[in-house]
T-cell receptor, first 110, second 115 residues
């Protein structure tokens, strides 16, 4: 069935390090793909999205490219900050329903 | 985007009681959703609530346990009934804004602890 698998954490980085969180999906057709972020004690916020193959979503220095050939939507940021410490969720949309990955906890140390 | 508020933001409840969570949106939306996020876990869809019809529940969730109301296009409630400690979770509502690229926006969540 349809599913999304993302890299398990936790991930601990130093400030200005490069961050990659892998996400792959299994779905029929070409679903829209999303990254959501949950900062400590807060709700879920949309970080970026891509709705078709080869689309690149970007926001706050984060990027992710919709790769149809590898069914992936990996999240990257070239230089993380302490304020990027959060839980990151990959998700895909099948019709109107969102299915989420398990979440990856990222901690950035000064 | 949409501005979504939830009440209460958190609560501590005794087992066997019920809690009703409110979700208010600043614009009219057709589809609203309720999710549960158990401690340290991902989000699981409980049900979809469309105005003017009964909510549609996902596998593992039933109306008797999680009754939902959707009286108009800007408001919904989720009740967690006959609570047990296993119901301790964050409950989030979200709305679907198809006219803005099929994106769901989430409320801040209600943090529930059942003792």
């Amino acid at each position: 069935g349809n599913s999304v698998t993302q890299m398990e954490g936790p991930v601990t980085l130093s400030e200005e390090a490069f961050l990659t969180i892998n996400c792959t999906y299994t779905a029929t057709g070409y679903p829209s793909l999303f990254w959501y972020v949950q900062y400590p004690g807060e709700g879920l916020q949309l970080l970026l999205k891509a709705t078709k193959a080869d689309d690149k979503g970007s926001n706050k220095g984060f990027e992710a490219t919709y790769r149809k050939e590898t069914t992936s939507f990996h999240l990257e940021k070239g230089s993380v900050q302490v304020s990027d410490s959060a839980v990151y969720f990959c998700a895909y949309r099948n019709d109107y329903k969102l299915s989420f990955g398990a979440g990856t906890t990222v901690t950035v140390r000064a | 985007s949409a501005v979504i508020s939830q009440k209460p933001s958190r609560d501590i409840c005794q087992r066997g009681t019920s809690l009703t969570i409110q979700c208010q949106v600043d614009s009219q939306v057709t589809m609203m959703f309720w999710y549960r996020q158990q401690p340290g876990q991902s989000l699981t869809l409980i049900a979809t609530a469309n105005q003017g019809s009964e909510a549609t529940y996902e596998s593992g969730f039933v109306i008797d346990k999680f009754p939902i109301s959707r009286p108009n296009l800007t408001f919904s409630t989720l009740t967690v009934s006959n609570m047990s400690p296993e119901d301790s979770s964050i409950y989030l509502c979200s709305v679907d804004l198809r006219d803005l690229g099929e994106t769901q926006y989430f409320g801040p969540g209600t943090r529930l602890l059942v003792l």
